[in-house]
């Protein structure tokens, strides 16, 4: 068992219950293995080993695998601003408590409605190489035209230059996002200014 629960560790970073149970491993083994091994809890319901750098985006994936991370995450992501996130962001569908998620101020939630969360879904590595959901590039920059009322003007700016000097934009994918979102005039216009 001990074995067992090592190797679960080393091939997720972090051990759940939930991972623990579907190799066999009762829960009542699972909690006595993190008592005896000194395992600390990163988050409820996740533990790591006290060595282990703590992945932010990863745990927010354990902890709501339905959200997909958008704004400041996709923009550094995408290499529109070199800026690194102070706040996580993610959206999720409309009705899911995310309560728990913004309680410790670490993360601010969006909703859309249930059939646009997966609209432009991409699995990327983040920067300690977890695999993450994230939103791809034109995604991003209907988000951004969606909520530029809540954000700066500068970044607005700097973030829409950045994406238009691109050479592997794809305008026909954001006219089409942008539609499904009902911001395909204000992108439009956006476009025809830059362009």
């Known amino acids: 068992m001990m074995d067992k629960m090592s190797r679960l560790i ?21 909690y006595k293995y993190v008592r005896e091994n000194g395992l600390e809890q990163v988050r409820r319901g996740i533990y790591s080993s006290a060595d282990e750098w703590v992945d932010e985006l990863y745990i ?26 102070l706040v996580h962001t993610l959206t999720i569908y409309s009705g899911y408590n995310s309560h728990r998620l913004t309680a410790d101020g670490t993360c601010k939630v969006y909703t859309v409605k249930k059939e646009l969360l997966d609209v432009g ?37 700097s973030v829409l230059k950045t994406y238009v000097s691109r050479k592997d934009k794809n305008l026909n994918r954001l006219m089409k996002y942008a539609k499904l979102f009902r911001v395909d005039n204000v992108t439009r216009r956006y476009m025809e200014v830059l362009l």
Do not use: W
């Open 10 to 30: 080393q091939n997720h970073n972090y051990i759940t219950p939930e991972i623990a149970e579907k190799s066999g491993i009762s829960k009542f083994k699972f």
């Open 60 to 85: 927010l994936h354990q902890r709501c695998p339905n959200a997909i991370f958008l704004h400041d995450e996709a923009f550094y992501y995408h290499g529109l601003t070199d800026r690194e996130p």
């Open 121 to 157: 879904k991409i699995i990327v590595n983040d920067n300690n190489g977890n695999m993450v959901p994230m939103y791809d590039l034109e995604r991003t920059i209907c988000d951004l035209v969606r909520s530029r009322n809540s954000i700066e003007a500068q970044d607005f700016n």
